[in-house]
């Protein structure tokens, strides 16, 4: 690990433990590529003492993904009341998430779509806690967001169920209530395009991870979330969240 990686990491961590937002990093401490991106999350992900148990992947058709890890201590039961005062963004996204049912080690062949579908054992219908780190979020340099670990803080699982054999998100309506009230409502707004590609892409990619994650890859039981619906809609503590995707399920939280 570069001393850059290591300090611009503890820069990180401090700011994850205090609450306190980085308004500017200096030059020599910013990611200048992707790859100083995910070292810098492999590093704080170490510095906080985590362990993934789940992913976020996302990206959309005709560019190259991006990922981070998520903590098995940040992904909760529907239902779930998280503090406000440990929150400052309060953003809530809407989305599909995967478990799989099988490791995805490293190999010597190229994960594909049909792979990641063969081990996929449940979809999840998620909310997304998003939370940056960073001051001027989400007017950000996309380097800064990525090693913020795209300014993800948890997941609240709802409804499971076995992926259908006829998954088409062109036609999949969402709805997004804040309090009861509706905040989103639309169909067919995932802009990530397959999913399956999505987690092939990922597949391939964790092995490479760093740190603790190096080797690891993927493993049976973990959730992988494929990115939002609705963008970001921006809550206030006390707000009852659900998200709705009809014929699929639900999931609701509340910033307590």
């Known amino acids: 690990m570069s001393d850059r990686v290591s300090a611009t990491a503890r820069r990180l961590f401090e700011a994850f433990e205090s609450g306190v937002p980085i308004s500017d990093l200096p030059a020599s401490g910013a990611p200048q590529t992707r790859d100083d991106a995910f070292a810098i999350q492999d590093a704080t992900f170490d510095l906080l003492g985590r362990t993934a148990g789940a ?25 779930q009341v998280l503090a406000s005062d440990a929150h400052r963004n309060f953003g809530v996204e809407a989305e599909i998430a995967f478990r799989l049912g099988q490791d995805l080690p490293a190999r010597g062949t190229a994960y594909t779509p049909d792979d990641i579908r063969a081990a996929v054992s449940a979809m999840i219908v998620t909310i997304e806690i998003v939370e940056s780190r960073l001051l001027d979020w989400p007017k950000t340099d996309p380097l800064w967001a ?51 590609v999505l987690m092939a892409w990922l597949a391939n990619h964790a092995p490479g991870r760093t740190g603790s994650l190096k080797g690891r890859g993927l493993k049976a039981g973990d959730v992988v979330t494929t990115g939002s619906w609705n963008g970001v809609h921006f809550a206030k503590a006390g707000t009852k969240a659900r998200v709705e995707f009809p014929g699929l399920g639900q999931a609701d939280m509340q910033f307590g």
């Open 146 to 196: 990525l090693m913020d670990f795209q300014a993800n803080d948890s997941l609240v699982l709802g409804t499971e169920m076995p992926v259908p054999e006829a998954l088409d998100f062109s036609t999949q309506p969402v709805r997004l209530l804040f309090d009861d009230t509706v905040a989103f409502e639309d169909t067919g707004t995932f802009g990530g395009g397959d999913p399956f």
């Open 55 to 79: 992913w976020k992947v996302g990206g959309s058709p005709g560019t190259e993904p991006t990922a981070s890890p998520i903590a098995t201590g940040k992904i909760y039961p529907t239902g």
